[in-house]
């Protein structure tokens, strides 16, 4: 079983929905969890960090977190065609280790 | 803004020879670094923790004495590729934490694209 999982999509939104990414996870005692967005050929850049149960809300970009579940979400409402990237979720454990990532695609 | 640099942003070498790739903090430092790879389409991979004044931490599968990490100084951490071959050809990226907690999250560098014809 992969530690973090994505479903690798690609995720196609039209312009304005709300896009919804999901991540879950296998270590349990995972204490902190982040949301990376990466464009193609760029590095990853942090959009969220959450540490406890419940929603956290930036701007456009909501985290979930569920650890009883072992889930992690975000949601990106109002979304833009330049939000067209992949996804990436990572969970710190002793060290931080990626999903694949989810390739999100919003159409004008 | 930055608040990690890395260079050079990509590399060409030929098969056989070694690559130096730098990667520094920016207003900080840094006591411990991180260095992934990211083959295409596939999602980072940790190579190494690189910590100051003392040995890095490698992971498993990772050869220790193809890929050489210094870090010398609180702001400098360099990964060197020695014997490069085609199958090294990825995207190394480094990274490092703004804070000492070990929640706080990831900054990454820009990345270095290294090409090995």
């Known amino acids: 079983q992969k530690e973090v999982e994505q479903n690798s999509g690609p995720l196609s939104v039209p312009e304005g929905a709300i896009a919804s990414l999901n991540c879950t996870y296998s270590d349990r005692g995972s204490q902190s969890f982040f949301w990376y967005r990466q464009y193609s050929g760029k590095s990853p850049e942090l959009i969220m960090s959450i540490y406890s149960n419940g929603d956290k809300e930036d701007g456009r970009f909501t985290a979930q977190l569920n650890k009883a579940s072992q889930y992690v979400s975000l949601l990106i409402r109002d979304s833009q065609p330049s939000d067209s990237a992949t996804y990436l979720c990572?969970?710190?454990?002793?060290?931080?280790?990626f999903g694949t990532g989810t390739r999100l695609q919003v159409f004008p | 803004g930055a608040v990690v640099s890395q260079h050079p942003s990509w590399v060409i070498c030929k098969s056989g020879t070694s690559v130096k790739i730098e990667c520094r903090s920016l207003?900080?430092?840094?006591?411990?670094m991180f260095w992934y790879r990211q083959f295409p389409k596939q999602s980072l991979m940790l190579m190494a923790t690189?910590?100051?004044?003392?040995?890095?931490?490698?992971e498993q599968g990772v050869e220790k004495d193809k890929f050489l990490i210094n870090h010398a100084s609180l702001t400098l951490s360099t990964l060197t590729v020695t014997s490069a071959h085609p199958e090294d050809s990825s995207f190394y990226i480094c990274?490092?934490?703004?804070?000492?907690?070990?929640?706080?999250?990831?900054?990454f560098g820009n990345g270095t694209r290294l090409t090995v014809t």
């Open positions: 690189s910590n100051e004044g003392s040995k890095a931490t490698y």
């Open positions: 990274s490092a934490r703004l804070g000492d907690v070990n929640n706080s999250p990831l900054h």
């Open positions: 207003d900080f430092q840094a006591t411990t």
């Open positions: 990572a969970v710190n454990t002793d060290k931080l280790i």
